[in-house]
């Protein structure tokens, strides 16, 4: 029998039956099976090797991936926290030469390094948008924040927080360049949007309700303005700390202002000094704000005794935080000035004329609306002072008043900042100029001026005193 097997390639009696025998005399009778189920076997465990690696190469990759999502969101945290050094209450007058080719620098590598990254791009340009916008740079600002938006609106089809945020910044961008009538539409998306997702009495939805209201009273619209800007109102005297809601005392205070409703406006301020100095300190960048715009609407109420202590004291705190840039104090001299003209004050009112001029100048850009309103306010003191001078000059026979009036106008007619004024009031600078030198079409030049004044124009009174002087000279 154990030849037979021994043939027949079966286990013999023999030899032990261990499993090692048993399983060689199995191959050796089933060869060609054996070698095809090695062969398949060999093919399984090669595949899932394969597949193996792949899988930890792909969680590898996946790993890697999101690592370097999570250093381009780094970056990104990074980027919003060295960039908001930027902003006009965190500068303190530092030179914006070095951020602003920082930014520049950024916006390149963002056209070309972050195409297949949606979502860190978007971020990133709303960082760099808003940075741009703190440095008054609206233009860039809004270019900027727009392709985020447009970004976000890609990713978040429907609601989502990150998508009304950039709605909001947009709307922010376009108020900046005075596209009050474009920016409308946008904070009223914006307001919808946040209302379905938090609420009406959510803070954001109140930023959306002061920029809504804001570009009401801009287009003419105060009284439609002022029920939005309550609204916002409301909500910041329930949360006076909360930084979305910082604007939205002044927003509704403005309404009520271009209603003639001053002295509500006055109240208003007076209690937002009163809640920030409680939330934020005695001296604050905020409460510089709020006393600019506190003492200056005293001042355009001519309360003058109450609006000038709070006006120095606002110059003198914005110089303690901004230095020589503080971003208010233009306004607030030019208040000054006017207080120092209604005492009598030439030398004061011109003096804190040209201060608020040199801030406008050093602050924001050529073109931009607080530059022009600076270089303006400048050049409408010199028309206003060259007049007087030559009005002492005539009354008091004085010649050293009239070469000052004659030295003003020169200063006005010579200046580049002051082209627009000098271009919009060019027939009464040329009678103004004719007076100081006495000429003999001066009259002429008077009437001139005066054809394209409006029926209200104080200037019309005083336009007949000096036709009655140059008669009685003539």
């Known amino acids: 029998d154990d030849l037979s097997a021994f043939l027949e390639k079966r286990p013999v009696v023999a030899r032990p039956p261990s499993f090692s025998y048993l399983a060689w005399r199995f191959t050796q009778r089933h060869r060609v099976a054996v070698s095809a189920g090695v062969a398949v076997l060999l093919s399984i465990l090669a595949a899932l090797a394969v597949s193996v690696t792949m899988y930890f190469r792909e969680r590898e990759a996946r790993r890697r991936a ?192 271009n209603q003639g409703r001053r002295d509500e406006a006055i109240g ?86 040209r201060e608020g001029a040199a801030v406008g100048a050093r602050v924001y850009p050529p073109g931009h609306g607080y530059f022009l309103e600076s270089q303006g306010q400048l050049a409408r003191t010199l028309m206003a002072q060259a007049e007087t001078r030559l009005d002492r000059a005539w009354t008091a026979k004085d010649e050293g008043e009239r070469e000052k009036a004659k030295a003003l106008l020169a200063e006005l007619r010579n200046t580049e900042a002051f082209a627009r004024i000098v271009k919009a009031e060019a027939a009464w600078i040329a009678a103004l100029e004719a007076l100081a030198a006495r000429t003999e079409d001066a009259a002429e030049k008077l009437e001139i001026a005066s054809a394209r004044w409006k029926p209200n124009d104080p200037r019309a009174k005083r336009r007949e005193v000096w036709l009655e002087r140059l008669t009685q000279q003539g």
């Open 268 to 353: 208003i301020y007076r209690e937002q000094l009163a809640a920030d100095r409680e939330n934020l300190g005695a001296e604050h960048p905020q409460v510089v704000n709020i006393l600019d715009n506190l003492g200056c609407t005293l001042a355009g109420a001519r309360r003058d005794e109450e609006a000038e202590p709070i006006l120095l004291e606002g110059v003198a705190m914005g110089r303690k935080f901004y230095e020589d840039r503080c971003p208010f104090e233009d306004h607030m001299l030019a208040a000054l000035a006017g207080i120092a003209g209604r005492k009598g004050d030439l030398d004061g009112q011109l003096r804190y004329s």
């Open 66 to 257: 999101d690592l370097e999502t999570a250093k381009t969101r780094q970056v990104a945290r990074f980027l919003e926290d060295t960039l908001a050094a930027a902003g006009p209450e965190v500068a303190m007058g530092r030179d914006a030469t070095l951020m602003k080719e920082v930014l520049r620098k950024t916006t390149d590598r963002l056209d070309t390094e972050l195409g297949g990254q949606p979502e860190i791009e978007a971020e990133i340009r709303l960082i760099v948008g808003r940075t741009w916008k703190s440095l008054v740079e609206d233009t860039l600002a809004e270019e900027q924040i727009g392709r985020a938006l447009a970004l976000l609106r890609e990713l978040h089809p429907g609601d989502h927080p990150d998508l009304a945020r950039g709605i909001a910044d947009h709307a922010e961008a376009l108020i900046g360049l005075n596209r009050f009538r474009d920016a409308e539409p946008v904070a009223r998306e914006g307001l919808e949007m946040w209302e379905r997702l938090e609420g009406a009495d959510h803070p954001e939805a109140g930023l959306s309700l002061n920029q809504i209201a804001f570009c009401l009273v801009k287009t003419g619209r105060p009284a439609e303005a002022e029920p939005i800007a309550r609204r916002a109102y409301d909500l910041w005297r329930a949360r006076p700390a909360e930084s979305a809601l910082e604007e939205a005392p002044n927003v509704y205070a403005i309404a009520l202002m």
